[in-house]
T-cell receptor, first 115, second 113 residues
Framework: KNQVEQSPQSLIILEGKNCTLQ??????????LRWYKQDTGRGPVSLTI?????NTKSNGRYTATLDADTKQSSLHITASQLSDSASYIC??????????????FGKGTKLSVKP | DAGVTQSPTHLIKTRGQQVTLRCSPK?????VSWYQQALGQGPQFIFQ???????QRGNFPDRFSGHQFPNYSSELNVNALLLGDSALYLC????????????FGNGTRLTVT
């Protein structure tokens, strides 16, 4: 069964600190992996999309890694800010092609950054 | 350039009623997908529309139906509302290509009492 598991479920860190969120998946055939940030009461916003051949991708203070062999991804946030407080959702695409219906969503990691 | 817009933002309905949610995709996008997100959960795929046809459907009952108009906007209809239908309903638009990123609206918060 195609699944995406994220850990931890929630995380509290102090402003300025770094953190790493994990995503493990059992999705086949793999097409791409996406990280989204979802602020409370808002829709998710895309941070990165990585294909099989990419193992690192950065977007400002966000760096995503992908190990397609172990089927693991991580999202590293550097020098956290209060505005980083949000849920971070890992999404894996099960098939390359036009359909978005093969996207498998994780439940997200809720990050709280405290002053 | 407007992103994805959804209306209404909040809605309260009674069990057994029917509801229609609306979505306008990001300019230039031709594909619209609908998701249901329960509190503390990731979004669950309901269905996707492309060229005014339902192209793919998730594991949702027939009470959930939709439509896409020639201008690519879309509606989600839910009949015979149940308490369990209370959730955030997200619309996402994209181009009809596999690695095209989804652009989400801010959702409609539906509460069924």
């Amino acid at each position: 069964k195609n699944q995406v598991e994220q850990s931890p479920q929630s995380l509290i860190i102090l402003e300025g600190k770094n953190c790493t969120l994990q995503c493990n998946y059992t999705v086949s055939p793999f097409s791409n992996l996406r990280w989204y940030k979802q602020d409370t009461g808002r829709g998710p916003v895309s941070l990165t999309i990585m294909t099989f051949s990419e193992n690192t991708k950065s977007n400002g203070r966000y760096t995503a890694t992908l190990d397609a062999d172990t089927k693991q991804s991580s999202l590293h946030i550097t020098a956290s800010q209060l505005s980083d407080s949000a849920s971070y959702i890992c999404v894996v695409s099960a098939r390359n092609g036009g359909s978005q219906g093969n996207l498998i969503f994780g439940k997200g990691t809720k990050l709280s950054v405290k002053p | 350039d407007a992103g994805v817009t959804q209306s209404p933002t909040h809605l309260i309905k009674t069990r057994g009623q029917q509801v229609t949610l609306r979505c306008s995709p990001k300019s230039g996008h031709d594909t619209v997908s609908w998701y249901q997100q329960a509190l503390g959960q990731g979004p669950q795929f309901i269905f996707q529309y492309y060229e005014e046809e339902e192209r793919q459907r998730g594991n949702f009952p027939d009470r959930f139906s939709g439509h896409q108009f020639p201008n690519y906007s879309s509606e989600l209809n839910v009949n015979a509302l149940l308490l369990g239908d209370s959730a955030l309903y997200l619309c996402a638009s994209s181009l009809e290509v596999g690695n095209s990123p989804l652009h989400f609206g801010n959702g409609t918060r539906l509460t069924v009492t």
